[in-house]
């Protein structure tokens, strides 16, 4: 084949005389370009659907599974520490009965059953001593718990200062209410203290648990309120009562064992 022959195939024919020649379209203005473009994509995207949704799926599957582990565990904690706070109430309210049953017992061996013969002015020290004695055996508990519950309110109240966010996590929440019922109780039994003896000295201790008795509620009534209503004034009001706590019993300690 010569080179005539090979220009004849690989050239058009000229047009016909008088029309203008014919122009070549482009190719993204042909039908056939688009379907095929749109045929690609579409082919494109049911693959790649087809290999991501189930990573997805898997993916949302498995942090699903991992928030219901927290909330189970969470929940397994806060189930815990309930039963541990029962267990100190049911405890502590069994003690408090064995040391009141004691302290009637100990008042009935006391009390002759006679009418007592009138009493001189100035009263025997045996009869004070057996007061000081009676009011001892009754504070004795609730001094320990008193103490136990203001060393966790205490530990609370510090970490909440440094950090003001963990007043809103479970733990803290569970933890502070438990030490805030601890010295409710305590309270409680200060307040319900009493003597046979009508000793001065006696019943000016009696009168000194049940101010300091009044002061453990009134702390556990001002916390409550101040970290559930975010009410400074009265967090300030419970630690400054907080501060007195520690000198007034050891004040009635004083008076206690100076008479034993």
Known sequence: MNNDQTNRMTTMPPPPPGQAPQKKKPFWKKWKFWVGLFAFVFVINLFSDDETKPVEKDEQAVEEQKQQEEVAQKEKELEKKEKELAKKEEQFKREKEEKQKSAE??????????????????????????????????????AGLASDAMLGIGDYATQAGNNPFVMQTDDWILGMAANLVLLQKAGESFTEVSTTSPHPEVQEVVQDAHALGSDMIEITELFANGV???????????????????PAAVAITEKITAYQ
């Open 105 to 142: 017992k100990e008042t009935a061996d006391v009390v002759p059953v006679d009418a007592p013969a009138p009493q001189p002015k100035s009263e025997p020290k045996e009869s004070m001593q057996e007061g000081m004695v009676q009011l001892s055996g009754q504070l004795a508990e609730p």
């Open 228 to 246: 559930d209503q975010h009410n400074v004034a009265d967090i300030e009001r419970a630690t400054e009562l907080m501060a007195g706590v520690g």
